[in-house]
């Protein structure tokens, strides 16, 4: 499996972003996507998830009401929606899969494979 996330960029407070996650190689029906970000002298945090199953998604309480997932199966692509972005939200943003298909609790050890990372910088 490979991914590469796209979309990163230098944008200002309140604006919004969409970031792409490309998956290749994926050869089962049921599997997740989750988000992650890592801001300088930070240690890795959870962001988002969505499930291949049902769709089913899950988002940190610091982005809830803010940030959106989705996924065009077709084109196995997953979109990560940023609006009303903050300064805090400046981090670089990797995409990540689990064989895993449900988002609930999932955390940083339970994917497997990652990509290489985009970075989103908020400020003014």
């Known amino acids: 499996v490979q991914l590469q996330a796209s979309g990163g960029g230098l944008v200002q407070p309140g604006s919004s972003l969409r970031l792409s996650c490309a998956a290749s190689?994926?050869?089962?029906?049921?599997?997740?996507i989750g988000w992650f970000r890592q801001a300088p002298g930070k240690e890795r945090e959870y962001v988002s998830c969505?499930?291949?199953?049902?769709?089913?998604?899950a988002f940190a309480d610091s982005v809830k009401g803010r940030f959106s997932i989705s996924r065009d199966s077709a084109k196995n692509m997953v979109y990560l929606q940023m609006n009303s972005l903050k300064p805090a939200d400046t981090a670089v943003y990797y995409c990540?899969?689990?064989?895993?298909?449900?988002?609930?609790?999932?955390?940083?050890?339970?994917?497997?494979?990652w990509g290489q990372g985009t970075q989103v910088t908020v400020s003014s």
């Open positions: 990540a899969f689990t064989t895993l298909y449900y988002c609930s609790g999932l955390k940083s050890p339970d994917f497997g494979r």
């Open positions: 190689g994926i050869t089962r029906d049921y599997y997740a």
């Open positions: 969505i499930s291949s199953r049902d769709g089913n998604t």
